[in-house]
């Protein structure tokens, strides 16, 4: 088992910035790739970024490109989410997601989630 608890989620106005972080504990976490998924109101779950076991390869959403950028730190068994530039079509619940591959953009090929943080971004 891996647990995955997220924080960092909060109110910020359009253009401003938050930093996601999620602490893992459990089975040794360099072994999976991580990432994020979001969920807002009355829409499907989207994939939004991984990085793989390493931390060498990344993938991202396209409307985040450039915008938001996924680092882990194997050391602490902590993954982080920069987001710049935010935009209200931004706001949603956002998961932490741990699995086999950084390519996988599919919510069952990620084997353990988070709770979810909220991140709102006003217009």
């Known amino acids: 088992q891996v647990q995955l608890v997220e924080s960092g989620g909060g109110l910020v106005q359009a253009g401003g910035s938050l930093r996601l972080s999620c602490a893992a504990s459990?089975?040794?976490?360099?072994?999976?790739?991580m990432g994020w998924f979001r969920q807002a109101p009355g829409k499907e779950r989207e994939f939004v970024v991984a990085?793989?076991?390493?931390?060498?390869?990344?993938n991202y959403l396209d409307s985040v490109k450039g915008r938001f950028t996924i680092s882990r730190d194997n050391a602490r068994n902590m993954v982080y989410l920069q987001m710049n530039s935010l935009k209200p079509e931004d706001t949603a619940v956002y998961y932490c997601v741990a699995g086999r591959s950084a390519y996988n953009t599919n919510g069952p090929g990620y084997d353990y989630w988070g709770q979810g943080t909220q991140v709102t971004v006003s217009s």
């Open positions: 459990g089975r040794t976490f360099s072994n999976y790739a």
């Open positions: 990085i793989s076991r390493s931390g060498q390869n990344t």
